[in-house]
């Protein structure tokens, strides 16, 4: 079994460096299809090396990348995303000479604040041709992920996910949904738990409407993506998980606003809205998002995440309490190094007490630059998916002082990230020469990147 992991880790490095070295969004692609893979993989083979998995093909995403060479557009789209990266980067590596954990500690810790960051680059780096290949790749995964789902409603997580195996304990302890008087398991699918199956299908929206914008009435993608649309909300339902029902129906509402749209027909999402409400309607197990209803409780839940002793944190640890020290998820044959251990449901209040103060006003400082970025133009052909995106993102760094896994979700933060890079790049000019459109740079621009 131990061979078996290492084979997987192998193969994910050389599948990955193979397919960017084709194309980036191939090996986007790539990366994204171990990342949705990871957890059921992880939760039934246990072993050391099997955590590694995604990490490995991430790894040979970026070596690829690395011996690419970038077009002249690609530096000017990087330019204004590289002193953020560089800082927020940076700023941990330094930390991590500060020895306040065990090493391995502080390696984990050190991988989960700054492993995803590269996305942010790549996701600026890469086209609208090469992200309508990645909304189209996201209509198969999100199709094969709710045959899994279904598949454990039918069969029990048990048949999917070792009991036996540390790493599938939150699974197995989320059995809150209820119905028929008898309590019943939370839906992972083919991710780590619940919340993160739920999360990702919510992150593919931008893609996929603003991908369907992208498609015309001949393409045999329009249909597939408008179901995968669907497909992402049952998901969302069927997954039992309600942090993500309030960000899927703000994307919904958005989405299916005009501008940006023209190319969709309001029947589909007209039928879209008929199929997930009458699916949600009938499927008990689809309705624990109405335990909202209960205010207090949510209240109590928010005022708990958010206040939960960040001030007593500040003043305690002002540089942190050493990376991996501050609630970064550590693996159980790790648990045992962490010393003086601090953990606050709250992303914000993580990153203090494993960066500090210091780190914490960057990733503040980087959030509100990337709400500050101009929008595209109303013209662009993926004005739409770059909309969606800025607002995904947004309600991503909102909602994070009320739950972990901002910076360190597989393969949850690859995506968000890349979308934050995707809508934060600045915006090439399209000219037309011999009857063909191609991406060109404002002549001031194009003469400092040249220079």
């Not at 492993?115 to 890469?126: C, H, R, V």
């Not at 879209?272 to 409400?277: E, F, G, H, N, W």
């Not at 400082?365 to 662009?380: D, E, H, T």
Request: charged share 10%; aromatic share 10%.
């Amino acid at each position: 079994m131990s061979m078996l992991s290492l084979i997987l880790c192998a193969t994910s490095f050389a599948v990955s460096f193979a397919a960017t070295r084709c194309a980036v969004s191939a090996g986007v692609v790539a990366t994204m299809s171990i990342g949705y893979a990871y957890g059921i993989l992880r939760g039934n083979i246990q072993q050391a090396a099997s955590h590694f998995i995604y990490d490995a093909g991430v790894i040979g995403l970026y070596l690829a990348v690395m011996t690419r060479h970038l077009s002249p557009i690609a530096k000017c789209k990087l330019r204004p995303l590289m002193p953020w990266f560089l800082c927020l980067i940076g700023w941990p590596i330094l930390m991590f000479f500060v020895p306040a954990q065990d090493l391995m500690v502080q390696l984990v810790g050190l991988r989960g604040n700054i492993f995803f960051l590269p996305f942010l680059l790549i996701g600026a780096m890469m086209d609208s041709r090469e992200y309508r290949r990645l909304a189209r790749a996201m209509v198969i995964l999100n199709a094969v992920v709710l045959v899994f789902a279904i598949a454990e409603v039918v069969f029990g997580i048990e048949r999917f996910y070792a009991a036996t195996n540390p790493v599938n304990l939150t699974i197995f302890r989320s059995n809150d949904v209820v119905y028929d008087g008898e309590s019943h398991y939370r839906i992972p699918a083919t991710f780590v738990s619940s919340a993160a199956y739920a999360s990702n299908m919510v992150a593919s929206l931008p893609l996929l409407i603003g991908g369907l914008a992208q498609e015309n009435r001949q393409s045999m993608w329009r249909y597939p993506m408008a179901c995968a649309i669907g497909l992402a909300a049952l998901g969302v339902f069927l997954s039992g998980s309600r942090s993500a029902v309030a960000p899927l129906l703000i994307l919904s509402i958005f989405g299916v606003l005009p501008r940006g749209a023209r190319n969709v027909p309001r029947g589909i999402w007209v039928g879209l809205t008929l199929v997930v409400a009458a699916a949600v309607a009938v499927t008990p197990r689809m309705q624990r998002f109405l335990t909202l209803e209960d205010t207090g409780y949510v209240a109590q839940r928010i005022h708990g995440s958010i206040n939960q002793n960040f001030i007593s944190l500040a003043i305690e640890y002002p540089m942190g309490n050493g990376l991996g020290g501050g609630g970064t998820s550590l693996p159980y044959f790790l648990q045992d190094r962490l010393s003086d251990p601090v953990g606050l449901e709250n992303e914000y209040a993580r990153i203090m007490a494993e960066q500090g103060i210091p780190g914490l006003l960057l990733w503040l400082g980087f959030i509100v630059w990337l709400a500050m970025r101009p929008p595209a133009p109303g013209s662009n052909p993926w004005y739409k998916g770059k909309s969606l995106a800025r607002l995904f993102c947004l309600i991503s760094f909102v909602t994070a002082p009320i739950g972990l896994g901002m910076l360190d979700a597989i393969p949850g933060t690859e995506m968000l990230l890349m979308l934050a890079g995707w809508f934060a790049a600045p915006e090439p000019i399209m000219a037309i020469t011999g009857g063909r459109e191609r991406n060109t740079l404002p002549p001031a621009v194009e003469a400092a990147v040249q220079a």
